[in-house]
């Protein structure tokens, strides 16, 4: 990140960023129940599993690239 920020601590930013990853861990167990559910039906709808499996996908690589940003 380029920005200096003079009152946020090292400690503070992985805060936030550990704030964030929290938000995005509750998005990601709600898709799964989404996908479970989707998937418990008759005749599952191929397009929505799709669509929520994508979800899934880019939910753990917005994860990912988070944890990059953790200083110790």
């Known amino acids: 990140?380029?920005?200096?920020?003079?009152?946020?601590?090292q400690e503070d930013k992985n805060s936030?960023?550990?704030?964030h990853i929290?938000?995005?861990?509750?998005?990601?167990?709600?898709?799964e129940m989404s996908i479970l559910a989707a998937n418990?039906?008759?005749t599952p709808n191929a397009e929505t599993v799709?669509?929520?499996?994508?979800?899934k996908t880019d939910v753990k690589a917005k994860i990912v690239a988070l944890?990059?940003?953790?200083?110790e």
Not at 1 to 9: C, D, G, I, K, P
Not at 16 to 19: D, L
Not at 50 to 55: A, F, I, K, M, V
Not at 67 to 71: E, R, S
């Open 22 to 31: 929290r938000n995005l861990e509750y998005s990601l167990f709600n898709t």
């Open 67 to 71: 944890k990059a940003l953790l200083c």
């Open 1 to 9: 990140m380029a920005e200096t920020y003079e009152y946020l601590s």
């Open 50 to 55: 799709t669509s929520l499996n994508g979800d």
């Open 40 to 42: 418990s039906v008759a």
């Open 16 to 19: 936030i960023i550990e704030n």
